[in-house]
């Protein structure tokens, strides 16, 4: 018998990897069946809510929660930060309320006394010099590579200038939080929105001195995560300590304000830049300094990255700075911290082709050379100029047309890895043919749930419901948290495995009852095949296995080809500038994407498009607005804190860059990726409309109109 | 949001009658676009709710014979499908900058003249005027989003109110009831906006017990008219500035101009010799570009909103532009 091999079919051979299949849970979330932890309301459940800081930075010093312990309809309450604690930002949770009505849990918070002695505060992110003054300053490393300073000499081009991106807020929509029911001492339950079902559960058990084995952690469906919902949280231990106190199960979600204030943000980066290119538009030179924050740690986006992408830049200095504030902690935000890096690397070879009078397309597929594909950039660049007309629509920087309003055209390049997770999981085949799998994954959305099924049917033939994805669960075999764009693969992978697995099992029952050769067999379409032959269905061939189920495990990740990592992508934005009033509109975004074998076309590109829409945030209205006066997070609410709607969006065109050569490289993460280069793309298209760089994102009317004053290029 | 008695009296002197109980510390919810906010921060905390969209005599839409008058309950859906306020264009502009669904068909004209500022120290909890110690957060903080004219007293917030600089450019007038259950009034609207010394002053007239039961405009006539909001997204958002104009006009010479804007100042802004320097004159680019000069030529931009200055200007030479159909090329 010829040897079996694990890999995934010929691309041809397939009936459901690469087609667009709506996701499984599609009208379950659209028709609100589905249960998020935030919609958990078991029996008794009760509500909590959270004092707050409300300041720059204080110290406590005193506290009295005797008059919320007695408000009617109270039932617990937990302080997290008692007499002599330093609260060092705006946000912090001081103490939380558990009553059997949301008001009365309001009720509660508001009796609580809570005297601060207020401490100096520093929160200008962007003020470097006033943050050395205020010794709030931390070097974060310098180093060199090549000669820097006779490069420069050498230079026929000479570009210096400066350039930012704001902090932004994590804003899932699903906040954090959880629902947390005890059952007896000993048992903790809890409905968590969590990117990592497998890997929370100790995190409850270890303060809350319980056996890991007794928490119970289940997340079906989460409203959000993006890298800010790896931990249990002090306010999940919590919630599950206000629990036991009351001896009522108790739901916590963060509040809006609470949420954008401490759910986690993506550092900001401020840059000063020079660059250079030979008479060619050959780029020779790198020279940076970057600052910037994470909150009070001090730290700004990663030195190891700049320039972004273009690591081959012969002679390079660079440096970074950090600057401790009293804001809210960073945690990891889709692609971390690529899209900063792109923003600041990807305007500055803009600025660079425009000093040139270059086209910047040109002057972007000249330096691939210095990039880490430099094929699969070039090829996703030509097909994203075809599909955004750039030949046709560019034109020099400021030339974007007479009257208030103009035109331009922008692009810019990103990567990621993509890897995958390891997982383990668990496929069993009953005897009636029913397919299902269990593995501790969780979908956020991104259609993780489909893609299981989607593997394993294609794997057994069947059809995308006949499979029973069970996931979101702590008890099933574990798995990658979601974060890194390491799920599809790691997911796709061990399923691959178990299932072939399973499946070269069936094909030897089969080969001995029919009397054919097992090598011969093959499964589509509900049937064992041979040779092109129907020998039986599904059903009978799964009969053949006696009266106990088949139980595979799958792991990974492994070298078998399955899964790959690494990719390269391109966007382009068309965008419309009005000069008069500073609005920038976005006519249309390209995105081409490579992402390896793509197992649902559908949920891909869904992705991608997701991606377009966070980075058109980012690009032109989101940003987190402290106010130096007060210390705090000044706009903390959804009137101010400001997300594009759908009229914001534009023309949204994906392009997955799927030649056989990536087929064959297996699957790759999607997730981060196409949130990374929207920012600068749409900066680059800005400064082609106006002949005038906008430094910092987002490209508020504000940040536009103060620009184009000062007409800087 | 805390307890509070709830009434829903059917006629105005019903209402009134509910809203001077407890001395008045009362509240009156029509669409609580602005009031549930309130109610949920804990800037407004009445004994009593008065929901008033029972009273009939308050939601009609009626012509008298020199005008149209408006009941403050009024939709802002119901604005831009009344045939009766079909010749009042610069209204129907804000229905559609609002573009939210949800307040276009809750939202009631009343309600809009008495929104509270967005000022994010009014709703972070500073008062009306934003002040520390006595000191303006405004001045020393982050007025991004504050007032570039109008502004040099202790009130540094802008004028929420997206239909006054259109109404008033109209010469609409507005009705006053209460507190006694008999008394009413009819004003200018541009009267009734105020800029408070104090914060006890509030935004209006309007004293405790007191409420707006109708709008009054003039017959639109010829007249033509045009509102310009400056709206960072297409979704719901905040003008940063905005100005509406009515003009009159004779064979394409301005007769008459009137000229407010919006969301620059405490108040709706008045800009009087603007609207006098195109008497007598067509409105085009440039004659619309030199009143939108002249309208912020007193400006006194805070340390971080001078851009708003420029969106002003803007703001008023395109509603200008707009009322003769002459606006191009604007995003």
New interface residues.
Partial sequence: MAERKVAWKARKDNTLIGQDIPRLDGVDKASGSAKYAADINTAGTLYARLLTF?GGAAVIKALDVAAAEKTPGVRAVHVFNGVDKEVRWDGTIVAAVAADTP?QA??GV?AIKVTYEAKPHFVDEEDLPGAAKAKRTKPLGDNQKGDVAAALKAAKHVHKGYYGVATISHMCLEPHGSHCEWEGKDKLNVHLSTQNVSGTGGQFAGPLGLDASNVSITCNYIGGGFGSKFAADQWGVVCAQLAKKAGKPVRLMLDRATELKIGGTRPSGFAEVTIAADADGNITVWDSHHWGTSGIAGSTIALSQTPYCFDGIPNRNRKATGISTNCGPNRAWRAPPHPQLCAITDTVVDDLAAKMGADSYDIFMKNLDKTPKPDVYAEEMKIGAKLIDWKAKWHAHGKGGK???KRGLGMAIHRWGGRAGATTCTVKIHPDGAVETFLGSQDLGTGTRTVIAITLAETFGLGVRDVKVNIGNNSYPKANPSGGSITVGGVSGPLRRAGLEALWKIYDLVAAKYKVKADSLSAKGGKILSAGKTVCSWKQACGLLGPMPLEVQGQGPKNDGLTSQGVAGVQMADV???T????V?INKLVAVQDCGLIIDELTARSQVSGGLIMGIAYAL?EER?M????G?F??A?L??Y?L?????IGELVVEMYQPDSEYERGVVGLGEPPVISTGAAISNAVANATGVRVPVLPL???RV??AL?GGQA | ???FEYARPQSEGEALDLLNDHDANTAILAGGTDLISLLQE?LQVPQRVVDIKNVDSMQAITADGTGVIVGALTTLEDIAEHPMLADYRSLLDVVDGT?SIQVQSMGTLGGDLCHLP?C??F????GLLGL?DGES?VA???N??HAVLGNQGPAKFVSASRFAPALIAWGAEVRVIGPEPTADEWLPLEQFFVTPKVQSQGISVLEPGQMISHVRLPDAQALVSSTYE?????????P?ASAAATLDLDGGVVREARIVMGHVAPTPWTAHEAGQSLVGLPVDEETAGRAGEIAVAEATPLSG???KV??AR?AV?RALLGAVDKL????
């Fill in positions: 409300k008001e309001e009720d508001r009257g208030p309003v419309s500038v009005d008069e009033t500073g609005i509109r209205s607005i106010d130096n006066r007060t705090r000044i706009n609410d009137e101010n400001k594009p709607r759908i009229g914001d508020t009317p504000q109109v103060e004053k | 949001m805390r307890p804990d573009r967005n994010w120290y709703r972070n909890g500073y520390e957060l020393s903080g982050d991004r989003y400056v709206l960072q997204l297409e979704g719901l958002d905040w940063l909103n001078a851009y420029q969106l803007t030479k191009e090329g604007a995003l």
